[in-house]
Antibody
Framework: EVQLVESGGGLVQPGGSLRLSCATSGFTFSNYWMSWVRQAPGKGLEWVAHIREDGSEKYYVDSVKGRLTISRDNAKNSLYLQMNSLRAEDTAVYYC??????????????WGQGTTVTVSS | DIQMTQSPSSLSASVGDRVTITCRASQSVNNNLNWYQQRPGKAPKLLIYTASSLQSGVPSRFSGSGSGTDFTLTISSLQPEDFASYYCQQTYSIPFTFGPGTKVEIK
């Protein structure tokens, strides 16, 4: 069974840092692009970032560039999101998602259950 | 960035009803348009990819159509488990923007 399990969320003060992890199983992790998507309380979905299979390409939404960094460890079948200089507007549930291979054309076909990040003093 | 809009933002319908949700992109996204369902407190679930391809395991009452800037998600006969929020997303250009969502509620 394909599984994505996020961890690392919590309460952090503005300006603080947090590292999210996504442990995967049930598929060949190194064959897939991976994404982070977030959802602020009571709001819609926002694509945050995604990373190529080998980590050589990374893309971000403008609002997180320079503060959030996506990475992966294919030996550990894990995806990460390093979050620095956090702001109140980063408060959200963060989902790890697998990016489907052809013919999905970047549709996200498997999602984790999410981890909650709250930025507040 | 490509802006996505959806209509309606919410709707009330009965079990068995045919439901149509519309998604519009601010510029052409070819057929790189996906639909997700999100039940309350749950993670999103992929329903339709590349505008009209049904994701494996998704009931055939769900269908998608459109290309360019205008797209439609149709539920042919609404079931109790379909009461949820639905989001479109373009994966034509980065950032991969989502629509604001359509909440389908019980009448």
């Amino acid at each position: 069974e394909v599984q994505l399990v996020e961890s690392g969320g919590g309460l952090v003060q503005p300006g603080g840092s947090l590292r999210l992890s996504c442990a995967t199983s049930g598929f060949t992790f190194s064959n897939y692009w991976m994404s982070w998507v977030r959802q602020a309380p009571g709001k819609g979905l926002e694509w945050v970032a995604h990373i190529r299979e080998d980590g050589s390409e990374k893309y971000y939404v403008d609002s997180v560039k320079g503060r959030l960094t996506i990475s992966r460890d294919n030996a550990k079948n894990s995806l990460y999101l390093q979050m620095n200089s956090l702001r109140a507007e980063d408060t959200a549930v963060y989902y790890c998602a697998r990016v489907g291979r052809w013919p999905y054309y970047y549709a996200m076909d498997v999602w984790g259950q999410g981890t909650t990040v709250t930025v507040s003093s | 960035d490509i802006q996505m809009t959806q209509s309606p933002s919410s709707l009330s319908a009965s079990v068995g009803d045919r439901v149509t949700i519309t998604c519009r992109a601010s510029q052409s996204v070819n057929n790189n348009l996906n639909w997700y369902q999100q039940r309350p407190g749950k993670a999103p679930k992929l329903l339709i990819y590349t505008a009209s391809s049904l994701q494996s395991g998704v009931p055939s009452r769900f269908s998608g159509s459109g290309s360019g800037t205008d797209f439609t998600l149709t539920i042919s006969s609404l079931q109790p488990e379909d009461f949820a929020s639905y989001y479109c997303q373009q994966t034509y250009s980065i950032p991969f923007t989502f629509g604001p969502g359509t909440k389908v509620e019980i009448k």
